[in-house]
């Protein structure tokens, strides 16, 4: 059985675990996938997070991916790190760098099995901290350069794709490599706050051309996890231009999240009720969760194709990522949003209804750090659904790779 045959009926523990710990954060970028800003009150107690790393310990969970909101805002974060180490799971954490002072980043340096994912999506400030707040670009390029004269090595520079910074690519090489860091480039998903800023920021069809023959020319050196295997369909239907990386969507089958009161989600980038596993404080704790939650078994059930499966790129694209299609209120076994086939762009001008906003831990509305995107307009968090989208037809194992 191939690797990716075993991926899609699940596996006993995810090799994906995404884990937020709070929605806290001293930000409040525009993209935000978990509409992140306030700590939410029923948080997970420092005992209970303890726990919950006992269970991964025992479900032989290797590795797990913490974020937030700014994971480092917690007062125990250092410590839940050590004691996740210390009990044979290994840490890779995304911050936008707040606290990584040069004490802080030697520290790091002499931890084994923790590895440090600094946020960034502009190579200038100007790009970047429209979308992620005034002073933000110095704050990441600081704990770039306070690990990488700290001696600790391999740090990820991760990037969010816009519309904004894919002209960029090759500066944000140049920065990873003056740190000594890899670049890591993801998929803009309309999750969280990103819906509300999607149609804006997400690439136009010439400028994901544009990534796809950059990552054909570059994507060796370049972390992608699942983001860009819609990008696949660019290339011939034998499937033989596509990129390194997983090549389907792995969401409840490999990929999973834990969000700051212990909810798991299918993925990251689905935090809605119909992406809700249940929690992990109940009786069976996580395990019980991700092996029989009537969700999860049906993500691992065979999936079809649908409006999909007459195209001949399926097999490589395979109608892309869940996530997207939801929060544009596309059909799951349709076209993704941004099909590069071109099927997105008119699935979005039909009819469809925007999902209501799920989780919203923003700080006020439409508040963001100022300069914040001029034309930005926010769902309301407390309507039922949301106004109508125009039919603005302008147009997901953080770091995996299978081999
Ligand atoms: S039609 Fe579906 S399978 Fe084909 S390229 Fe578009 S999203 Fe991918
Ligand atoms: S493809 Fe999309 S929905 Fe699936 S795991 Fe990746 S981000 Fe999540």
């Known amino acids: 059985m191939k690797l990716v045959e075993n991926f899609e009926l699940g596996l006993d523990a995810p090799i994906c675990l995404t884990w937020e710990l709070t929605y806290a ?28 790393i006992d269970e991964l ?88 350069r306070n690990l990488h004269d700290a001696g600790f090595r391999d740090a990820k520079l991760s990037v969010v794709c816009t519309r904004e910074n894919i002209g960029q690519l090759d500066d944000f ?22 819906a509300d800023v999607w149609d804006e920021l997400h690439p136009l069809p010439e400028q994901q051309r544009e990534l796809y023959e950059w990552l054909l020319a570059h994507g060796d050196g370049v972390l992608t996890g699942d983001s860009f295997f819609h990008l696949a369909a660019f290339g011939p239907e034998d499937g033989s231009g596509a990129l390194p990386g997983l090549n389907l969507c792995g ?13 798991v989600y299918a993925c990251p980038f689905a935090i809605h009720d119909q992406f809700l596993a249940g929690n992990l404080l109940a009786d069976g704790g996580f395990d019980r969760v991700w092996k029989t939650s009537a969700l999860f078994q049906e993500l691992r059930e065979p999936q079809t194709g649908g409006a999909c499966s007459g195209c001949a790129h399926y097999d490589s694209c395979r109608g892309g990522c869940m996530a997207a299609k939801f929060f544009t209120g596309l059909p ?38 100022a300069p914040v995107l001029l034309t930005l307009s926010r769902r309301r968090p ?20 299978p081999n």
């Open 332 to 369: 799951l076994d349709g076209p993704d949003p941004e099909c590069v086939q071109g099927y997105g762009e008119s699935a979005l001008a039909g009819e469809r209804t925007i999902p209501a906003v799920g989780q919203d831990h923003s700080r006020s509305a439409p508040s963001r750090n």
């Open 251 to 263: 969401a409840g089958r490999v990929v999973c999240l834990i969000d700051p009161i212990g909810d």
């Open 173 to 194: 090489k140049a920065i990873a490599d003056r740190f000594g860091a890899t670049l890591r480039l993801t998929r803009l998903r309309p999750s969280g706050r990103g």
């Open 57 to 144: 310990q025992r479900m032989q969970v290797f590795y797990v991916n913490i974020g937030g909101g700014e994971p480092t805002v917690r007062p125990d974060f250092w410590h839940l790190v050590e004691y996740a180490v210390a009990h044979d799971v290994g840490v890779k954490f995304s911050t936008n760098g707040v606290r990584l002072t040069p004490e802080r980043a030697r520290w790091l340096a002499g931890s084994d099995y923790v590895d440090v994912q600094i946020s960034l999506d502009g190579a200038t400030a100007e790009v970047n901290d429209r979308v992620r707040g005034t002073g933000s670009y110095d704050t990441a390029i600081t704990a770039l």
């Open 382 to 401: 407390d309507s039922d659904l949301a106004p109508p989208v125009s039919a603005c037809a302008e147009s997901p194992l953080a770091g995996f790779a």
């Open 25 to 52: 954060c001293n930000l409040e970028c525009a993209h935000c996938l978990s509409s992140s800003g306030r700590r939410d009150p029923r948080e997970l107690s420092t005992e209970q997070c303890e726990a919950v």
